[in-house]
């Protein structure tokens, strides 16, 4: 019974007769017309043989019947995330975590073996009766470590232009980090109903990619959980190291950290910075309440005038930021210097009183120097 049909092959459901199980067999059609298709068949049955995990289609066997090829594979019993139609659906964010949870740890199982799927999409998500997602279709998969398995002419851009990552769109070479970005574009379209970019051209498209930001899902209308939204614009990051692995994004999702709220702002992450010694408040009358945090704290005498600067960097610091100690010098500098003003002013007012009696009342000499007052008689003024 064929159970799927596409512009390379058909899906046929078929029976292991040696081991009694159910399985699925993609059938190569087609070939003749270009030569690097058996290869690129051949290569899917190595690539997809060489991993072996829960959320990925295993593949049995492979071979040539009847001048095709085919490809013996685990049959899977649901449909693609593509939908009956060729429309994914919209889901709740519940069912699109697990979506990204399995499918992240199908891609971080053949991201570990050096494998980048590169055409991930709807219709590479199968979806299990009991909710399991698994990923299908290395038909364009290439090995990291050998970039000739590529198989395609230079500068050809393969995969599905909806879910394109920006590298790949400036024909850079695909990654791991390639994969999260479709991915992302999936879930995106899963949550919206629609994927992050649309074109009517595909050069349009691809300029949309490489330098155009998603809009928010929450402003499309979707009522999705901070958490969940801000992470998921992590996967579609225009650069790909900004974006997170595979086996991270599984986590995530797996541990229900989707779910939670992050703070509003980055600012509230930070930890707290302390204020230097002029912006604090605190008022010499607290000089007995020790600071919160000593160590930024002032220095004692950091407030006096600056001819104790000097003196006041040899000084310990104290657990009461010094304040105490500059409590206790002010009343000694402030009557130092009263007692020097009076002392000035009392010497003023002595010299003027005692100037009548010692010196001439007539107009002092020109001299630049006071002179002696004269004996009495002969310098004594007339009465």
């Known amino acids: 019974m064929c159970i799927g049909r596409g512009g390379m092959g058909e899906v046929w459901q078929a029976t292991d007769e040696v081991l009694g199980r159910s399985v699925a067999v993609k059938l190569m059609l087609g070939h003749e017309t270009d030569p690097s298709?058996?290869?690129?068949?051949?290569?899917?049955?190595?690539?997809?043989?060489?991993?072996?995990?829960?959320?990925?289609?295993?593949?049995?066997?492979?071979?040539?019947?009847?001048?095709?090829?085919?490809?013996?594979?685990?049959?899977?019993?649901?449909?693609?995330?593509?939908?009956?139609?060729?429309?994914?659906?919209?889901?709740?964010?519940?069912?699109?975590?697990?979506?990204?949870?399995?499918?992240?740890?199908?891609l971080a199982a053949a991201h570990r073996q050096g494998v980048v799927h590169r055409d991930i999409k709807p219709g590479n998500l199968l979806l299990d009766t009991d909710g399991t997602v698994k990923l299908a279709d290395f038909g364009i998969a290439r090995f990291v470590d050998d970039p000739s398995a590529a198989l395609t002419t230079t500068g050809q851009i393969v995969g599905t232009g909806l879910y394109l990552a920006p590298e790949r769109a400036l024909g850079q070479p695909a990654s791991s980090a390639s994969d999260v970005y479709s991915l992302g574009c999936v879930l995106y379209q899963l949550l919206t109903g629609r994927p992050p970019f649309q074109g009517d051209t595909a050069t349009a498209l691809l300029y949309q990619h490489i330098d155009t930001p998603p809009a928010p899902p929450r402003q499309l209308g979707v009522g999705l959980p901070a958490a969940f939204e801000a992470y998921l614009l992590t996967l579609?990051?225009?650069?790909?190291?900004?974006?997170?692995?595979?086996?991270?994004?599984?986590?995530?999702?797996?541990?229900?950290?989707?779910?939670?709220?992050?703070?509003?702002?980055?600012?509230?992450?930070?930890?707290?910075?302390?204020?230097?010694?002029?912006?604090?408040?605190?008022?010499?009358?607290?000089?007995?309440?020790?600071?919160?945090?000593?160590?930024?704290?002032?220095?004692?005498?950091?407030?006096?005038?600056?001819?104790?600067?000097?003196?006041?960097?040899?000084?310990?610091?104290?657990?009461?930021?010094?304040?105490?100690e500059l409590s206790r010098r002010r009343p000694r500098k402030t009557a130092a210097v009263a007692g020097g003003i009076a002392f000035v002013v009392f010497l003023l007012i002595g010299m003027s009183w005692l100037a009548p009696e010692d010196s001439s009342a007539g107009t002092p000499g020109p001299g630049p120097t006071a002179t002696a007052p004269e004996p009495a008689g002969d310098g004594a003024p007339a009465s």
């Open 236 to 324: 579609l990051a225009k650069q790909p190291e900004q974006r997170p692995a595979a086996q991270a994004i599984a986590e995530w999702f797996g541990s229900g950290a989707w779910r939670e709220h992050p703070l509003p702002s980055p600012v509230a992450h930070r930890a707290p910075v302390s204020r230097p010694a002029s912006h604090r408040t605190t008022s010499p009358r607290t000089a007995g309440q020790p600071l919160p945090q000593p160590r930024t704290a002032p220095t004692s005498g950091s407030r006096a005038a600056g001819r104790t600067q000097t003196a006041s960097r040899r000084q310990p610091r104290r657990s009461d930021g010094g304040l105490a």
């Open 37 to 106: 298709a058996a290869d690129r068949f051949r290569l899917e049955a190595q690539t997809a043989a060489r991993l072996s995990h829960p959320h990925v289609v295993g593949v049995f066997d492979f071979g040539t019947w009847d001048g095709k090829l085919y490809l013996v594979m685990e049959l899977v019993e649901g449909s693609s995330l593509a939908g009956d139609a060729g429309t994914a659906p919209v889901l709740p964010p519940e069912r699109v975590a697990v979506v990204a949870a399995h499918a992240a740890a199908g």
